[in-house]
Structure formats: C-alpha cells, structure tokens
C-alpha cells in the first residue's frame, strides 16, 4: 500500500507542477499589471478624447441627424490612430449599434460582469477597469463606457418626440441596432484594448 502511495506522489506531482507553472504563466505580476492598467487608460483616454472632439465638431457643423453619417463613416478610422502592430483598440457591448462590434466570448464575459456589479448598486466610479493575461500571451485592458448626458440623442429612447427623423436615419445606417433606451449613466459598453507582445 505504502508503495502505491508513493507511486501515486511521484506520478501526480510532475503534473501539479505543470499546472501551476502554466497559471503563473498566465499571470500578471502586480508590476506589468499596474503597467498596463495606466498604457490602456491612458491609450482609451488619447481615443475618446479623438473621437469626442471630432463627434461634437460633426454635430456643431452639421446637426445631429448628418453627424450619424459622418460618424458611421470615421468612427472605426478614429479609433485605429492610436493602434499599431502591438495595440488593438476595439469598442464593443452586449447591445451594439453595429453588428461588427459584437462582442467576443472574452468581451461577453467582461461585460455580463460589468452588468452584474451595476445590478448591484455598485457606482460608476468604482467600476475598475480589468486588466488580465490571456492564454496566448495578448494582454487585455477592459474599461467599462458609462454613457454620458450628450450621448442620449443617439442612444436614448426612440420614442422621444421630435426625433423621428434622427431615427429613421439611424435605422437606415444601421438595420440590426440594439444601442437605444439608454439613460445617462447607464453602462454602455467597454473599451478592450489589447497589447501584443513582440
């Protein structure tokens, strides 16, 4: 019995080992991940500060019917400025205007959490942004959007009166939207920016 007990140690032991070498390969340091916390913020903060601008520019020049056009058109070039061959940057949500911002298995996970802390009356400012480690190496920065007082004209309710024809163009550009009934302060979506290591 003896025997089989130590032959039962040594032949478990190598593939404990393996697995917990594969987990702490998979694992940030408390050093890159304070790292990569302050490179995604600061690359989502440069990104919505752009597209921001650019938005509000659109709406001052054109209205806010013509801005949904101009933004179909630049939001994904905007985005792109600040990627590069070793940063992605993607906006997504489980309630998308366009149907290329559908959300992965990864970014469902991270926004049904997201989802679940507001259901519990956690406040925006204490939604943390999540920085992990995936199994391929990728670092991944996710930062909730929390939708802002001027954002509602195109992601509010459609039955708001007088804005029939916003939404008759919103449908038009984008016949599977999901992104409406939003109120200020509601989660939107997140940001997943995504840093590939040469």
């Known amino acids: 019995m003896k025997s089989i007990n130590k032959f039962l140690v040594f032949t478990s032991l190598p593939v404990i080992l393996f697995f917990m070498a594969c987990k702490s390969k998979n694992q940030l340091s408390s050093a890159e991940k304070l790292q990569y916390t302050k490179m995604g913020s600061s690359v989502v903060k440069q990104t919505f500060d752009t597209l921001s601008h650019s938005l509000k520019s659109a709406i001052g020049e054109m209205g806010v019917e013509k801005a949904v056009s101009y933004c179909q058109a630049n939001a994904y070039p905007l ?5 590069s061959d070793s940063v992605t940057i993607r906006r997504t949500a489980l309630k998308y205007r366009n149907t290329s911002n559908k959300p992965d298995t990864a970014e469902e996970r991270i926004l049904k959490f997201f989802a679940s802390q507001k259901e519990k009356g956690i406040i925006n400012d204490s939604l943390h942004a999540i920085t992990e480690k995936g199994i ?13 007082s001027m954002c509602t004209s ?15 163009t919103i449908d038009s550009l984008y016949p599977s939207d999901n992104a409406y009934n939003f109120k200020p302060g509601d989660l ?10 040469k």
């Open 154 to 168: 195109c992601h509010g309710r459609k039955i708001d009166a007088g804005q029939s024809a916003l939404w008759k």
């Open 79 to 83: 985005t792109d400025i600040y990627s």
């Open 136 to 148: 391929n190496g990728k670092i991944h920065f996710y930062k909730p959007i929390i939708l802002q």
């Open 188 to 197: 939107r979506g997140i940001w997943h920016v995504t840093f590939i290591k």
